[in-house]
Nanobody, 125 residues
Framework: QVQLVESGGGLVQAGRSLRLSCTAS????????MGWFRQAPGKDREFVAT????????YYADSVKGRFTISRDNAKNTVFLQMDSLKPEDTAVYYC??????????????????WGQGTQVTVSS
């Protein structure tokens, strides 16, 4: 069974940066596509970013393009989300997810097989 554990969330002022990490255990991390999603209070969970198994391809939601960067270190079984120029509307619980079959970019929640427990990001104005 694959386990995903997020870390790095917290409270930050608008315009500042945070880096989230998600470490996997129990599976073959280097073959998984990985993704980040977020859920704000009272809203549905939404796609943020995804990265292919090798890290050679990435894709972002329009709302974060140019501000967030997804990356991975397969030697450390970890995927990162660097969040710059944060805005109050980025406030949400952020979840990482793993897709184990295809290893390519996935933007829909249903395409993922494993999920972390989430980490809270709060951006104050």
């Amino acid at each position: 069974q694959v386990q995903l554990v997020e870390s790095g969330g917290g409270l930050v002022q608008a315009g500042r940066s945070l880096r989230l990490s998600c470490t996997a255990s129990g599976g073959t991390f280097s073959s998984y596509a990985m993704g980040w999603f977020r859920q704000a209070p009272g809203k549905d969970r939404e796609f943020v970013a995804t990265i292919s198994y090798s890290g050679s391809s990435t894709y972002y939601a329009d709302s974060v393009k140019g501000r967030f960067t997804i990356s991975r270190d397969n030697a450390k079984n970890t995927v990162f989300l660097q969040m710059d120029s944060l805005k109050p509307e980025d406030t949400a619980v952020y979840y990482c997810a793993a897709e184990r079959f295809w290893g390519v970019l996935v933007t829909t929640q249903g395409g993922y097989d494993y999920w972390g427990q989430g980490t809270q990001v709060t951006v104050s104005s």
